[in-house]
């Protein structure tokens, strides 16, 4: 008798494969300079120093950068980036309100009174770059037929 296989497993297997290989070409310090850009005007105490600001917007970074390598062979295959990100918007506004809740909960710890609109607007602009980025990486491997 043969030997039965799981399907969700082996495609479990693939997906964490896939997503080691994207990571190594992934920059921390290029993570920390986004997001430095992104929040330093709005967070006057958004420095180096202040790691735990930063863990946070690193782990929104890879989160958004792994969603669009998601969806990078859609563009391999000829859909443009706007495309793509109605099909992922879904996912891409639920990081998109996790990052929004994340940066306003420490902004009341610090007392800092920011526009919620001007925050919004950060936290927007640092998840659809990074999604780009991943999209675009993705794109990338397919051509040169990593996958």
């Known amino acids: 008798m043969g030997t039965v296989l799981s399907f969700i497993n082996e495609k479990q297997k693939k997906q964490v494969n896939l997503e ?6 992934l920059s921390l310090e290029k993570m920390m300079t986004t997001a430095e850009e992104c929040f330093a005007p709005l967070f006057h105490y958004f ?3 202040t ?3 930063y ?7 890879i989160e958004a950068y792994l969603l669009g390598a998601e969806y ?12 793509a990100m109605v099909r992922s ?3 891409e506004k639920l990081l998109l309100h996790e990052l ?9 710890a610090f007392n800092n009174t920011i526009a919620h609109e001007l925050l919004y607007d950060a936290c927007e602009h640092f998840i659809q770059g990074w999604w780009k980025e991943g999209f675009s990486q993705r794109e990338k491997r397919f051509k040169l037929r990593l996958k």
């Open 20 to 25: 080691k290989k994207l990571l190594r070409e």
């Open 47 to 49: 420095s180096k120093h």
């Open 51 to 53: 790691d735990i600001l």
């Open 55 to 61: 863990d946070g917007c690193i782990d929104f970074a």
């Open 72 to 83: 990078g062979k859609f563009g391999y295959h000829g859909e443009s980036v706007q495309k």
């Open 89 to 91: 918007e879904k996912e």
């Open 100 to 108: 929004y809740e994340y940066a306003v909960s420490w902004s009341e």
